[in-house]
């Protein structure tokens, strides 16, 4: 079964114009109902698939901390009574957004079991989180992160953003040394990807999105690796770098492409070889737990040839890579008999390298990563 746990909260105080998660603007919404719902969700779930030990647990969104203190106390209690009785040396991580935290939401969740914060930042530029449409600002991330500090949080995580609409070079390096300066143990960052459905995508059809050029953007990334390491960070997944033993237990589950839980409106779960997505909207969210119990609306049997091209793809994310003996005890294949033909061809380009015990990508591959991911499928 599997050691780990996503939750979903899908309300946001404002929608960003770049966000294609499954998400929704707070006012009016069903809130109580809703975290009754992920309530029922996770004790139906855990009766019919019992955890054994639950190692991470993990609340994104949308933006939890747009639940207020009483609502955050009540989902937390519903984890606790669910999720943590089997939980061991858990990591438990909230997603948050800077000036949406007080002392008193911080206070119920360190009391609730939280230990882990990742704080959406994107940048630190006054301009370039209007057009983000973001409504926390610079002075919000520091105040926020002392607060955390001082409450006990000390495994806290900020997310940047590169490659945004007139953003330069000196702009992200600028970002990246005050992200540095906050002292905090992991830091991600993420090229700005434009996805379809979203206002920047309409946008960007419409040639009113000036981004960065590639090149620009590949110095951007070339830099922060540089600049990140050279302070200390492990460039441990393509876009997480983090002092040693800080690396997001739980986005490791995904990179190994184990299974997990996956709880609320829009979430994923893979379980016992069955990957599932639960129903978007929230009304038919609320409506199916209470009718149906279940509020699936996706469900797929994974097969081993997927099985195995997806632990390619994730695995390769990662600066551990895949090793050879772990792929041969899950598939009782070895793998260059599987995938022989891709990986020459890979080592041929230079994209990825092997020590004879795993296969990684190579620095030239993590700019080319997609190319070496799309040859696995």
Same mark, same amino acid.
């Given at each position: 079964m599997p050691h780990a746990v996503y939750i979903h909260i899908p309300f946001c105080h404002h929608i960003c114009p770049y966000c294609d998660f499954n998400k929704y603007v707070l006012a009016g919404q069903p809130v109580w109902e809703?975290?009754? &719902?992920?309530?029922?969700?996770? =004790?139906?779930? /855990? @009766?019919r698939w019992p955890a054994r030990e639950i190692r991470t647990i993990y609340v994104g969104g949308g933006t939890p901390t747009a639940l207020n203190a009483e609502q955050m106390n009540f989902f937390l209690e519903a984890v606790a009574r669910y999720v943590q009785p089997q939980a061991s040396?858990? +990591? /438990?991580?909230? +997603? =948050?957004?800077?000036?949406?935290?007080?002392e008193e939401l911080l206070r119920v969740m360190k009391t609730g079991g939280v230990n882990r914060l990742s704080f959406g930042v994107q940048t630190f530029d006054a301009k370039l989180l209007k057009k983000l449409g973001r409504i926390h600002t610079s002075e919000d991330?520091?105040?926020?992160?002392?607060? =955390?500090?001082?409450?006990? /949080?000390?495994?806290?995580s900020v997310d940047l953003m590169f490659g945004l609409p007139g953003q330069s070079v000196k702009m992200f390096m600028a970002?990246?040394?005050? &992200?540095?300066?906050l002292n905090i143990p992991h830091i991600s960052a993420y090229s700005l990807k434009i996805e379809e459905g979203t206002p920047f995508y309409r946008m960007y059809k419409h040639n009113k999105l000036h981004l960065p050029s590639e090149d620009e953007e590949a110095e951007m990334y070339e830099l922060?690796?540089?600049?990140?390491?050279?302070?200390?960070?492990?460039?441990?997944?393509?876009?997480n770098f983090a002092w040693h033993g800080y690396e997001s237990r739980h986005n490791l589950t995904y990179w190994r492409n184990e299974e997990y839980y996956? /709880?609320? =409106?829009? &979430?994923?779960?893979y379980v016992q070889g069955v990957r599932h997505v639960n129903a978007g909207p929230v009304r038919q969210y609320i409506d199916m737990v209470t009718t149906e119990t279940l509020p699936r609306v996706e469900v797929h049997p994974v097969t081993k040839q997927e099985a195995m091209e997806e632990m390619m793809i994730m695995g390769l994310r990662t600066? @551990?890579?895949?090793?050879r003996q772990t792929f041969l005890e899950r598939f009782g294949i070895k793998l260059e008999q599987q995938f022989g033909t891709?990986?020459?061809e890979l080592q041929d380009k230079g994209l990825i390298t092997t020590d004879g015990e795993r296969y990684w990508l190579t620095e030239k591959g993590l700019f080319l990563g997609n190319e070496v991911f799309a040859s696995f499928i």
């Open positions: 809703y975290l009754e &719902a992920l309530k029922q969700e996770m =004790a139906v779930t /855990f @009766e040396n858990v +990591e /438990f991580t909230v +997603e =948050a957004n800077p000036g949406t935290v007080d991330v520091h105040q926020s992160l002392v607060l =955390a500090k001082q409450l006990g /949080f000390n495994n806290l970002d990246v040394e005050q &992200a540095l300066a922060l690796i540089k600049r990140l390491t050279e302070a200390g960070y492990v460039h441990y997944e393509i876009s996956g /709880f609320g =409106a829009g &979430a994923h779960g600066r @551990e890579g895949v090793a891709q990986l020459k």
